[in-house]
């Protein structure tokens, strides 16, 4: 069998960084598509091929599907600030949506064999928890809506062109290489970066909020793994941790592995959902149950990494579209 290509979008960030690591692991030839919005040039794995660009541009898009000839495309380029989607809703369409249909109608034209799309617990809502697979999603907020229309999309793509898929809803996921310069999302990354400026932990409203973290190791397999199990085509998986814990507790695990006795400030609270965590039958059924890494020492070791990094200035967004509602401490 000759070199299989796949792209990675969002390559730079996070999650796409760790699942290209996995996917140079078995061999396939790697490209990165990444505007460095989010990402950075350090998360960057060795031996991928790196292009910086948007999955806005479509003509950038068409020229890498037809030099690479990609069987399988790992779309995880987004912005994923949730909260913040409220208020700058253009901004989150276009680049999670339209952005996302550019990839879609390259993958039909070049006869793409897979379209794996990192979504989101997000699609959810405030139903009942645990989520399933099968509970309706109800996203309450743009990028929740956002998400859920892309999974539509390829549903249909599938049952027009033949474009098989896979859809991952991972949660809360943390661990080496996440963003600590974002102060819209990813709640372990802004307390870390507090606690690394000494200044007060926020809390949105009483803190009773209850998340599921999950570490990077328990998913970056499972979606790079997909491509090599059939059974795996045309369907959707929720992805991360069992336990829930509250931001409160989030917040004094941190305290005490950190050593700091920074002070916790109760802000207004925003339009968030209380509960979100999900059951995880029907990924352990098709990719085996993951090394569970408990989040004391998870983030113990983000907590490693995280000190010894020269922190970049934090990168408020420049262009809210709605300033109404807004919380205080995101203008």
């Known amino acids: 069998m000759g070199t299989v290509n796949v792209l990675v979008t969002g390559g730079a960030g996070f999650i796409g960084s760790h699942v290209a690591k996995e996917l140079i692991k078995s061999n396939y030839q790697v490209v990165v598509l990444d505007d460095l919005s989010g990402g950075f040039k350090r998360n960057i794995p060795n031996k991928v091929i ?3 660009g948007s999955i806005l541009d479509e003509g950038l898009i068409e ?10 495309v790992f779309h ?9 989607s409220h208020f700058i809703r253009k901004f989150n369409y276009t680049n999670n949506v339209i952005g996302s249909i550019n990839l879609v109608n390259a993958a039909v034209k070049y006869n793409v064999e897979r379209f794996i799309f990192t979504s989101s617990i997000a699609v959810y809502g405030s139903g009942q928890v645990p989520f399933t697979e099968e509970t309706s999603p109800k996203p309450k907020d743009p990028y929740g809506i956002a998400k859920y229309a892309v999974e539509l999309d390829l549903e249909a793509a599938h049952l027009q062109f033949g474009l098989n898929y896979t859809i991952f809803r991972p949660h809360n996921v943390y661990g080496i290489g ?3 310069s974002d102060p819209y999302r990813n709640v372990v990354g802004i307390f870390m970066r507090q606690i690394l400026n000494n200044t007060p932990l926020t809390i949105y409203g009483n803190g009773e909020q209850t998340r599921a973290f999950t570490h990077i190791s328990s998913i970056s397999s499972a979606i790079a793994q997909c491509i090599e199990i059939e059974a795996t085509e045309n369907e959707t ?4 941790a069992d336990k829930s814990t509250s931001i ?8 005490d592995i950190t050593n700091t006795k920074n002070e916790l400030i109760h802000v207004e609270a925003r339009n968030e959902v209380m509960n979100a965590f999900s059951n995880h039958e029907k990924a352990i059924q098709h990719f085996g149950k993951s ?3 408990s989040l004391m020492s998870g983030l113990k070791e983000v907590w490693d990494w995280a000190k010894e990094l020269e922190l970049k200035p934090t990168n408020s967004f420049k262009n ?10 995101w203008i």
Request: aromatic share 14%.
């Open 237 to 240: 998986y929720n992805l991360g």
């Open 291 to 293: 090394d569970f890494v």
């Open 76 to 84: 995880l380029a987004a912005y994923a600030a949730e909260g913040l």
């Open 320 to 329: 809210i579209e709605i300033q109404k509602g807004i919380p205080k401490n």
């Open 63 to 72: 020229s890498l599907f037809k030099e690479y000839n990609f069987q399988h």
């Open 248 to 255: 409160n507790e989030l917040a004094a695990m941190l305290l």
């Open 178 to 180: 996440q963003n600590l």
């Open 50 to 52: 790196f292009i910086q």
